[in-house]
C-alpha cells in the first residue's frame, strides 16, 4: 500500500495504484474530523474523534491514544453500503485495515491530536455498553493492532 501525500500539502494522501484519495478534515466542532475517501467505486466520509482514551491520564505517547474511531459508524456503514455490503466478512476486514492505514499515514505527517495515535470504542460495543446489538460485519482491529499501525506507517 504505497501512499503519497498529495501535491496541495494538506491532510491528504491517495493510492495511486488503486486511484483512492482521502481527506482529513476538520468540522466546526474542533474535537471531531471527517476521513472523506473517494475512489472510483465509491466516496463516503467517517467521523474521527480527537478524544482521549483515558482522559485522566494525558500524556502524548502511543499507551495513551488520542483519536477514536468510531467502530460502531464503521459497522453500521459497511452493513448498509451497496459497494461494500456484498463483500465478504473478510474483505470489510481488509478494507477497514486499508482505510486505517490510509488515516495513519495522513495522520503521521500531519498529526490532528495531541497523542495521535489511534484506538476504537469496540469494546463498547462488544460489553453492550454501545450499540443495538448488531453483530459486527468485520473483524474490527484491536487496540494494540491501531497502536502499531500509529506507529508504524507505511
Avoid at 21 to 42: C, N, Q, V, Y
Wanted: aromatic fraction near 16%; hydrophobic fraction near 40%; avoid cysteine.
Amino acid at each position: 500500500m504505497p501512499f503519497v501525500l498529495t501535491k496541495d500539502r494538506k491532510r491528504s494522501a491517495e493510492d495511486p495504484d488503486k486511484k483512492a484519495h482521502m481527506d482529513i478534515e476538520p468540522t466546526a466542532d474542533a474535537w471531531l474530523s471527517k476521513a472523506k475517501f473517494t475512489s472510483p467505486a465509491m466516496s463516503f466520509s467517517l467521523p474521527l474523534h480527537v478524544k482521549d482514551k483515558y482522559p485522566n491520564q494525558i500524556k502524548f505517547d502511543a499507551p495513551y491514544p488520542g483519536i477514536m474511531i468510531d467502530s460502531g459508524n464503521l459497522n453500521f456503514f459497511f452493513s448498509r453500503n451497496q459497494q461494500i455490503s456484498s463483500y465478504s466478512f473478510e474483505e470489510k476486514t481488509h478494507f477497514a485495515e486499508y482505510l486505517i492505514r490510509m488515516m495513519a499515514f495522513i495522520n503521521h505527517h500531519y498529526p490532528f491530536a495531541g497523542a495521535p495515535y489511534f484506538w476504537s470504542d469496540y469494546e463498547d460495543y462488544v460489553a453492550g455498553r454501545k450499540g443495538n446489538g448488531q453483530a459486527f460485519v468485520f473483524r474490527m482491529l484491536s487496540d494494540a493492532e491501531l497502536q502499531r499501525l500509529s506507529q508504524n506507517v507505511e
